[in-house]
């Protein structure tokens, strides 16, 4: 039975983006279907050299980013290579960049130029900093928006002992998300209207937003009636319990689990004469002395036997992982969440399937992470660039010696 096509099947992306941030995006919008092409300069985007590869420039980094995409060369510094971009955004639907505004600018991409051509184009900007403020023109990595927003001072409030950035690209990723919403939502509103739009999404506001949503704390009334930070997620003792034989995650949170849980270690009067247990917010309040309760417990008893009487007492537990064991994942494997899927130059690679199921439109890996420039004349010539200028391009010998 043929595949059933995506969401957002009949959608052309052009992806002008590198690293983690932006190839994260467009890869969501290509599993949901949207036709994805990979504007790359003659080096490539720099994590095709990140991480273990098996052959030059197909680093793990970019598989896991850049599947259900097709791979375009074009040299921007050339007029050639400008020309045939141009090609690709008159009949593109959304054009998605991390290229700083006043570059795009500076190379005739500003929005107000492309629309004058392409009015339903949507031009999604992925920025580090809003350019309304000061910061506008400084460079952004996922390193220094964890720093900045504070992500890696939390980790030292919560009993690290020195600041340290979550060792995931918490900031590339969670904008990623943020930039799809923005397509679909600038995708929907086009629907409505035709217009295109274009739209700005800062890493720095976006990550402020994400992590202060929790540590706003009683900063979030004026005048502030407490501090930043919100207790129960900085308790030192909020992490994998350690057991007799490894480490188990516990979530004792309701007046039952409580109840529940201190019975089962043999103090079943501490829930109704000591007020720390009291109500939710009084355990909020006394979070780092009952988590601590709950580790001592832990080291009682074997991982396997905390998990057969939590699941008894239903209190909500969970083994911890390492990234290789998540490999083995009962769950994962029933699913058939990571596949052994060949790829058509890196032969048998480890692919995740894409989360989530849909009734009508299941999205698909349709391709396989694209090789450099392995779509270059397959898509100018599909975007309806001249054949004698897509042989000048491929051939820009030729073409000088013309």
């Known amino acids: 039975m043929a595949a059933v096509p995506g969401p957002l099947n009949g959608v052309r992306v052009i992806d002008m983006t590198t690293v983690v ?6 890869q969501i919008l290509g599993d949901y279907g949207a036709d994805v092409i990979k504007v790359e300069s003659p080096k490539g985007d720099s994590t095709r050299a990140l991480g273990p590869a098996r052959n030059p420039g197909m680093g793990h980094i970019f598989l896991h980013a850049n599947r259900n995409k ?3 060369v074009l040299d921007l ?15 593109a639907d959304v054009l998605i960049s991390n290229v700083r505004a006043a570059a795009m600018a500076r190379l005739g991409l500003s929005y107000a130029k492309l629309s004058e051509t392409n009015p339903r184009l949507i031009m ?3 920025v580090g900093y809003g350019q309304r403020g000061p910061y506008a023109a400084k460079p952004a990595y996922d390193d220094l928006l964890q720093g900045l927003s504070g992500v890696a001072s939390l980790s030292a409030v919560a009993g690290g002992s020195e600041p340290r950035y979550a060792p995931v690209t918490l900031s590339d990723r969670t904008v990623a998300l943020s930039a799809v919403n923005a397509v679909l939502g600038g995708l929907y509103h086009r629907e409505r209207t035709g217009e295109g739009q274009e739209i700005e999404i800062p890493m720095f506001e976006t990550t402020v937003q994400f992590v202060m949503g929790d540590h706003l704390g009683g900063l979030s009334y004026d005048p502030p009636i407490g501090t930043a930070g919100y207790a129960r ?5 909020r992490r994998p319990y350690a057991t007799r034989d490894g480490y188990i995650c516990v979530m004792v949170y309701t007046d039952d689990n409580w109840r529940d849980f201190l019975a089962e270690i043999g103090q079943p009067a501490l829930f109704d004469r000591d007020p720390r247990f009291a109500t939710l917010q009084a355990r909020t309040q006394n979070i780092s002395a009952l988590y601590a309760l709950v580790a001592d417990a832990m080291r009682g008893r074997t991982t396997r036997q905390w998990l057969d009487v939590l699941d008894r007492l239903d209190i909500p537990a969970m083994p911890m992982h390492t990234a290789d064991s998540l490999i083995d994942d009962a769950h994962l494997k029933a699913i058939d969440f990571f596949r052994i899927v060949e790829h058509p130059s890196e032969g048998k690679i480890r692919e995740m399937d894409i989360p989530g199921t849909w009734s009508k439109t299941q999205p698909t ?12 004349a397959e898509v100018l010539r599909e975007f309806g660039m001249p054949e004698e ?3 000048n391009l491929l051939n820009p010998s030729r073409h000088r010696a013309g």
């Open 365 to 376: 890996v349709r391709r396989r992470a694209p090789l450099l420039g392995e779509h270059t």
């Open 124 to 126: 999604v900007g992925l």
């Open 70 to 72: 097709r791979s375009v």
């Open 233 to 237: 997620l900085l308790s030192r003792d």
């Open 21 to 26: 941030m932006g190839p994260y995006a467009t």
């Open 389 to 391: 200028l897509v042989v």
């Open 77 to 91: 510094k050339q007029p050639e290579g400008l020309e045939a971009l141009l090609y690709l955004i008159r009949s």
